[in-house]
């Protein structure tokens, strides 16, 4: 999937805000469709929106998908934040005038914090929710916060061993602590930090959009109790879990994934 260019096209008017703003961004398509629901992907700390590629493409056929990059993620300026709020409040500023007409709001891990934020402040149109190995808490082990600044490869390479299920793929695991360290030291651990912070649980009540909440089975950095939790917490939501994936769920179990994400966006 190559990196989405705007304004090659008339009909791409939202991409040309995304560009014009200086988002860098993954779609499914090089064309908008506005008689189509729009998924708006967040991807989780250390990442960039090419983690959602499994989605953006498959799913591109027949929803509008963009995937962003966060501010000094992938090919978005920085600087990044170390705090929840501050990325929601980006997505609000910067990408939400793209699609005034509304989303459905993904996020993965740091993302779904990002998502779940920008629901509570309100300010974007988001049609639903789809949250994915996440938590209305995300608390990091110390030992993780603190290598992230002394002892930056080698805990990227510990946290990316939690990240996938047993027995997946070397090179899923190669390329994840790529990317993962590519981010750089200031940004990785300022995300986490800010995952760390984070806690929504006695104002996750107030989300009164549909949810769906989605989780691989053998996630060892959200633990399935985490979506479990979630789902209680929300007004409307459901709670899906994945078999035999883990964190990177939407990269290790796609097809399943996917299948999931578009029937509940049938649904709506």
């Excluded at 709001?105 to 920008?118: D, F, P, R, Y």
Aim: with cysteine.
């Amino acid at each position: 999937m190559e990196k989405r260019e705007a304004g090659t096209d008339g009909n791409h008017s939202p991409y040309t805000v995304l560009t014009r703003a200086g988002v860098g961004f993954e779609a499914g398509s090089n064309r908008f469709f506005p008689d189509r629901p729009t998924l708006l992907m967040v991807h989780g700390a250390g990442g960039r929106g090419a983690h959602w590629l499994n989605q953006t493409g498959p799913l591109g056929r027949t929803l509008n998908t963009v995937a962003v990059d966060l501010p000094g993620h992938g090919g978005t300026a920085g600087p990044s934040h170390d705090e929840i709020g501050g990325y929601a409040a980006w997505l609000e500023e910067v990408v939400a005038p793209a699609f005034e007409a509304g989303v459905v709001l993904m996020g993965h891990s740091m993302g779904g914090a990002v998502a779940l934020e920008a629901a509570l402040r309100g300010a974007m149109n988001i049609q639903a929710l789809i949250l994915v190995g996440t938590g209305a808490r995300l608390r990091v082990a110390p030992d993780f916060l603190k290598g992230l600044r002394g002892r930056f490869e080698e805990t990227i390479e510990a946290i990316i061993g939690y990240a996938y299920a047993p027995g997946a793929p070397e090179e899923l695991l190669k390329e994840g602590a790529r990317m993962m360290k590519d981010s750089g030291m200031s940004v990785v651990s300022g995300d986490f930090e800010a995952c760390s912070r984070f806690d929504c649980r006695e104002r996750a009540g107030r989300i009164a959009c549909p949810a769906l909440v989605l989780c691989g089975e053998t996630d060892r950095l959200t633990p399935p109790k985490l979506s479990e939790e979630l789902g209680r917490l929300l007004q409307r939501a459901s709670v899906q879990f994945i078999p035999r994936a883990g964190h990177m769920v939407m990269v290790e179990s796609p097809t399943i994934l996917n299948r999931a994400v578009q029937a509940f966006i049938e649904g709506l």
